[in-house]
């Protein structure tokens, strides 16, 4: 399967722009395995330095995590006053504490604006975009989390270590 829609500026990116790889990740907060997930993630990118861009989309499994939508309007909400990675971050070192109190003192912790970020989360004013996310996941067959697209195809190999997924990684950027 591939990415719909491409990664485009409305996407949270960190990395090179023009590298040679895109990972994608669709995740979910509260979710364990994108907890490790992003242990891992985090090395590969130590790894391939310049060779990869990280995009990160919201899919918050609600049912089975009833704290990931909140958590991912969170995210959104620090990503408006310009600290989206510093919130990802923080929630997934802290996945026992998607409450709003936490949240709140999350946004504390990474230097949000407090006014604005609990009226942000009370009036659900990126509802919208965590939907947005979430239905361009299943538009491209996303079914769980993590899942992962490099260079706008779905991967489904090995992620659970640096080791193999930076190997992996970089066999892509041979191809």
């Known amino acids: 399967m591939s990415l719909t829609p491409p990664v485009?500026?409305?996407?949270?990116?960190?990395?090179?722009?023009?590298?040679a790889l895109t990972l994608v990740e669709y995740?979910?907060?509260?979710?364990?395995?994108?907890g490790q997930a992003q242990m891992v993630v985090e090395g590969v990118e130590k790894l391939l330095g310049p060779k990869?861009?990280?995009?990160?989309?919201?899919?918050?499994?609600?049912?089975?995590?009833?704290?990931?939508?909140?958590?991912?309007?969170?995210a959104e909400a620090a990503g408006a006053q310009g600290k989206f990675w510093e919130m990802h971050d923080r929630l997934f070192l802290h996945q026992a504490e998607l409450d709003p109190?936490?949240?709140?003192?999350?946004?504390?912790?990474?230097g949000l604006d407090l006014p604005r970020f609990e009226a942000d989360l009370a009036s659900h004013k990126f509802q919208p975009r965590v939907a947005e996310d979430f239905k361009s996941g299943v538009r491209s067959g996303v079914n769980g989390t993590p899942t992962?697209?490099?260079?706008?195809?779905?991967y489904d190999g090995n992620w659970g270590?640096?080791?193999t997924f930076g190997a992996e990684l970089l066999a892509a950027l041979k191809r």
Not at 27 to 34: F, L, N, R, T
Not at 101 to 110: D, E, F, I, M
Not at 148 to 154: K, L
Request: net charge positive.
């Open 161 to 163: 270590s640096v080791r």
């Open 101 to 110: 109190p936490s949240l709140v003192r999350h946004a504390r912790y990474v």
């Open 52 to 74: 990869l861009r990280f995009v990160f989309r919201n899919f918050p499994l609600a049912q089975a995590h009833p704290h990931a939508p909140l958590a991912a309007e969170a």
């Open 8 to 19: 485009g500026p409305r996407d949270h990116a960190r990395g090179d722009p023009h590298a």
């Open 27 to 34: 995740g979910d907060y509260q979710c364990p395995y994108c």
């Open 148 to 154: 992962f697209f490099v260079n706008g195809e779905r």
